[in-house]
């Protein structure tokens, strides 16, 4: 069974600019949550979808976004970056039936 | 508002000791608690996991101990390995799903010593 797949692996871009963050769940889950982790900050929760709908919404400016496709697939987009954007973004999907989460190996995102 | 707390931030220990990683909470709903670990350049990956009608759940070399009471569950690695080098994230979790803001402490990074 394949695992969480997240693209691209690294990203860097510039100020100003927009970027498109892509994750592919573990074929069946429909639960896709989206995170950030920064030095010392932990994994801050960004949102979560569940067959098409966000379900919930952490903390962040609407520069942050996302949507989920039919196939459960999922894409973050972040507007108009700024330096503090730099972070490893995380997906991880899960049944959402229960609590067991299963991470991708994350996108690096250097905002210059 | 920090509903999970891991006060250390970073924790050393020599390789065949017992390494013990601390999780604070303030909310009394949080109805289950999970561990992750995570290494470097990966996602985090699930370790074990608690119900708060236990105390205690094992799994091999780890150990997580609840107590409701106080807030508190602590991870318990017996014995520590170099493998065991990551950051460790507790996870708590309501009794309903549907609209939770999913909430990780701030890690805990063990490095153990050969």
């Known amino acids: 069974k394949a695992g969480v797949t997240q693209t691209p692996r690294y990203l860097i871009k510039t100020r100003g600019q927009q970027v498109t963050l892509s994750c592919s769940p573990i074929?069946?889950?429909?639960?896709v949550s989206w995170y950030q982790q920064t030095p010392g900050q932990g994994l801050q929760f960004l949102f979560e979808?569940?067959?098409?709908?966000?379900?919930n919404k952490g903390n962040f400016p609407g520069r942050f976004s996302g949507r989920q496709f039919s196939n459960s697939r999922s894409e973050m987009n972040v507007s108009t970056l700024e330096l503090g954007d730099s972070a490893l973004y995380l997906c991880?999907?899960?049944?959402?039936?229960?609590?067991?989460?299963?991470f991708g190996s994350g996108t690096q995102l250097s905002v210059l | 508002d920090q509903q999970v707390k891991q006060n250390s931030p970073s924790l050393s220990v020599q390789e065949g000791r017992i390494s013990i990683l601390n999780c604070d909470y303030t909310?009394?709903?949080?109805?289950?608690f999970l561990w992750y670990k995570k290494y470097p350049a990966e996602g985090p990956t699930f370790l074990i996991s608690?119900?708060?009608?236990?105390d205690k759940n094992e799994d091999g070399r780890f150990t997580v101990f609840l107590n409701k009471s106080a807030k508190h569950l602590s991870l318990h690695i017996v014995p520590s390995q170099p493998g065991d080098s990551a950051v460790y994230f507790c996870?708590?979790?309501?009794?309903?799903?549907?609209?939770?803001?999913?909430?990780f402490g701030t890690g805990t990074r063990l490095k153990v010593l050969a």
């Open positions: 991880a999907s899960s049944t959402g039936l229960n609590e067991k989460l299963f």
């Open positions: 074929s069946g889950h429909r639960s």
């Open positions: 979808y569940f067959s098409e709908t966000q379900r």
């Open positions: 909310n009394s709903m949080f109805d289950y």
């Open positions: 608690i119900s708060s009608i236990k």
């Open positions: 996870a708590p979790y309501p009794p309903t799903s549907g609209t939770y803001k999913y909430i």
